[in-house]
């Protein structure tokens, strides 16, 4: 049996498609509204809902199910739509446990929303920047303003319903200058659980206005990159700057995404994030209208795979196509990468931004390379001494009492 069909995979629900009640400058999801012009509806319609639920839940191989709610902006639907969402997920739930995964920007949560997740055990994801200066920068509403305060108050309410949540930050050409302090404002809000995503987008140089303007590299001949990505330099010493934090007074309080995926890449069981993992193809995007992608950062028409209403998830995951993009992730790797110190903890990282070249001229060196080599190289000695803490059932918060030259 193939290997995605035994360990299960994911599928990160959009069920409002792009909408949002945001106008961040630098998302990438916005303008996918594009692919489906005339559409009066950005909104998941029952029937897709149930078809979505039965197929998702019977074709898991394993006895956990966990639904990620994505968008755009989920909230935007209401509850009555996620307790339709909970009904279905009830009638196939064949006895697996079942848990949900909601990301927010917030905006919209009070306490009818934090009670219904607090009522039914939603983990939620809330995106936010840092301080307000760093945060308002480019996650601004409609007209123009920042959304800062309105985010602050929506995690105020998670707190006050005993909620749990997580924060995902993405790491943009501004704040990447205000690592410390991004990281202290993330700890004050409490957050335990911190995910940095750095952002790299390509522009189109010129296209019609019916055309998706952020764009893959090889899309487009005139493409160049996107002011509000971070440089890869600046990504990786954003990264240490947090990490020498942390590993001195905040391992086992605070967890940091990356932090784990290194040390699990160490210790050599599978990272929990598929852009350092060593093959991906198992983490699909499901649109509003049950179009399926190979990919959350792959919503081109070219990486469509089929329709949830008409075909299985299990075919979809074994077409060629498919299995040709998740086995990319290491075999159109240069032999920079493969052969580089730390591969084993970055493999290659995600093939969205592949558009460099090696230092022999192979195409398809990751943009964020020397960011992470800097990061990992860095970090490998705490790494390595955590993973011994661990083999010998110790705990890695050992590593804080532990002076390194």
């Not at 917030?106 to 306490?111: A, E, I, M, Y």
């Not at 899309?219 to 971070?230: F, G, I, M, N």
């Not at 086992?252 to 193809?281: K, M």
Request: glycine share 8%.
């Amino acid at each position: 049996m193939n290997p995605i069909l035994q360990s299960g995979f994911n599928l990160l629900a959009k069920p409002t498609g792009p909408l949002c009640n945001l106008d961040c400058a630098y998302c990438y999801y916005l303008e996918k509204e594009k692919m489906y012009p005339g559409t009066s509806s950005f909104r998941m319609n029952e029937e897709t809902l149930e078809t979505f639920t039965r197929k998702y839940i019977h074709e898991q191989p394993g006895p956990e199910v966990t639904f990620v709610w994505q968008g755009g902006e989920p909230t935007l639907l209401g509850i009555e739509y996620f307790q339709t969402a909970l009904r279905f997920q009830k009638k196939y739930g064949s006895g697996k446990q079942i848990s949900n995964s909601f990301q927010t920007n917030g905006v919209l949560l009070n306490d009818e929303w934090c009670k219904f997740f607090k009522e039914n055990n939603f983990l939620i994801g809330i995106s936010i920047d840092g301080p307000e200066k760093l945060h308002d920068t480019y996650r601004i509403n409609k007209g123009g303003k920042g959304s800062f305060s309105k985010v602050m108050s929506g995690i105020d309410l998670l707190k006050k319903h005993h909620v749990e949540f997580n924060t995902l930050t993405v790491v943009n050409n501004i704040n990447s200058e205000y690592p410390l302090e991004v990281y202290h404002f993330l700890k004050q809000v409490g957050s335990g659980y911190i995910q940095f995503i750095p952002i790299i987008e390509y522009i189109a140089g010129s296209c019609s206005p019916e055309k998706l303007s952020l764009v893959l590299p090889e899309q487009s001949d005139s493409a160049a990159l996107a002011p509000w990505s971070v440089n890869s330099v600046k990504f990786g010493k954003f990264l240490i700057s947090i990490f020498n934090e942390w590993v001195k007074r905040d391992v086992g309080r605070y967890f940091v995404q990356i932090f784990d995926a290194t040390l699990a890449n160490e210790v050599g069981v599978p990272a929990g994030i598929c852009v350092f993992s060593e093959r991906c193809g198992d983490a699909l995007a499901i649109e509003h209208n049950g179009d399926v992608y190979s990919c959350d950062h792959f919503v081109y028409p070219e990486y469509k795979l089929g329709n949830i209403n008409s075909s299985t998830l299990k075919k979809m995951l074994l077409l060629p196509e498919q299995q040709k993009f998740g086995n990319n992730k290491y075999d159109s790797l240069p032999e920079q990468c493969k052969k580089c110190d730390v591969y084993s903890y970055c493999r290659g990282e995600c093939p969205k931004n592949r558009f460099l070249t090696s230092d022999t001229g192979e195409a398809g060196l990751n943009y964020l390379c020397e960011g992470y080599k800097r990061f990992f190289r860095h970090t490998k000695p705490y790494m390595k001494y955590m993973a011994n803490e661990l083999a010998r059932k110790r705990s890695p918060a050992n590593i804080m009492n532990k002076r390194f030259n």
